[in-house]
């Protein structure tokens, strides 16, 4: 049970399932016009970048730059249009960041220094990132009291949103390979015995085990191991399904992966990642987000989009 006598959400409870389980879905956290708005907005900007999508630019070609396409090509299931696009974008940021190449492989990089796709499962699935800087509707759920509540009590006043974006999982996709979230794909076995962020699922339509639901492995969090980056059912796993305005909450720890959709029609979600605010985060929001629009903000989401959150140049 998530909820207390009076039918509020029992946060100590919830914690306790996360750590037990790994995982906890929970019902009823947008209501049917916040669920329409949502719906709109992400329809809206994932189609207009399909039309024109991100290109910030080129850059200069490295020795190695084989490697790292390579590596795309084999981790993710991408047109070669897409392909490109990401390489380019790869160029691009090493070209802003003065030229500076990664002192390692692909394999070995932090992930938040690698782009990924936003068109996968070779242009039937999407992602429409940045979401704080396109739609203020992502204030409301990154500070949603239940889930930054949650934050608070696992991750400590302090932590900082990771990343913050909408997905829609094609129909007829075959799903994902199983993974952790940054930073534990880069620590070594065995990995620390305390949650470093969890993953929140806002589930803008229905999450069946048809249409795409994620899928969990539960306790997997306690081996403090990592799986193989490979698709494919495990006989132990459970997909999180839920009405549309449900979470769904993983630890980062949790072994997971996209699921499989053998319906004919998309399944959308916002996806919020939390974590503790000594890791460096995937997405740097401050650059993105216009000034009026961040005096329009209050400061908690401020604060966990990354404004004073972050290191300082110093005098």
């Known amino acids: 049970m998530t909820r207390d006598p009076q039918g509020r959400f029992d946060l100590t409870r919830i914690a306790q399932q996360l750590g037990g389980e790994g995982y906890v879905v929970l019902e009823g956290l947008l209501d049917s016009g916040q669920l ?9 900007l994932a ?22 396409e390579s590596y795309l ?33 692909p394999r070995q990089i932090n992930k938040t220094f ?21 739609t203020y509707l992502a204030d409301a759920l990154v500070e949603h009291p239940v889930v930054l509540g949650l934050a608070h009590r696992l991750l400590g006043r302090d932590c900082v949103l990771g990343d913050v974006t909408a997905t829609s999982i094609g129909p007829g996709t075959p799903g994902g390979p199983w993974h952790l979230d940054n930073p534990l794909t880069q620590m070594p076995e065995p990995l620390p015995d305390f949650p470093l962020g969890f993953q ?20 997997s969090h306690l081996t403090r191991s990592k799986p193989s980056w490979k698709r494919g059912d495990r006989a132990e796993e459970k ?24 319906t004919d029609r998309p399944r959308r979600a916002i996806i919020s990642f ?21 005096r329009r903000m209050s400061p908690a989401a401020r604060y966990l989009y990354g404004f004073s959150a972050n290191g300082l140049r110093r005098g």
């Open 36 to 44: 329409t708005e949502w719906r709109s907005h992400i329809d809206r």
């Open 47 to 68: 189609e207009q970048e399909r039309r024109s999508p991100f290109l910030p630019g080129d850059g200069p070609v490295h020795p190695g730059d084989e490697e790292i």
């Open 73 to 105: 090509a084999e981790s993710y299931a991408v047109s070669r249009e897409e392909l490109a696009r990401m390489m380019q974008r790869v160029r691009h940021t090493r070209a802003e960041n003065r030229d500076t190449p990664w002192p390692v492989g």
């Open 114 to 134: 690698m782009h990924i796709p936003n068109l996968f499962d070779h242009d039937r699935s999407q992602y429409v990132r940045n979401l704080p800087a396109k």
């Open 200 to 219: 929140v699922a806002w589930m803008i339509d229905p999450f069946t085990a048809a249409n795409g639901a994620t899928r969990i492995v539960p306790r």
């Open 239 to 262: 997909a999180l399904c839920g009405e549309a305005g449900a979470v769904a909450i993983w630890l980062a720890s949790t072994w997971h992966r996209i699921g499989p959709n053998s």
């Open 274 to 294: 939390y974590q503790r605010s000594w890791i460096k985060p995937f997405s740097d929001y401050r650059g993105s987000i216009s000034p009026e629009r961040a």
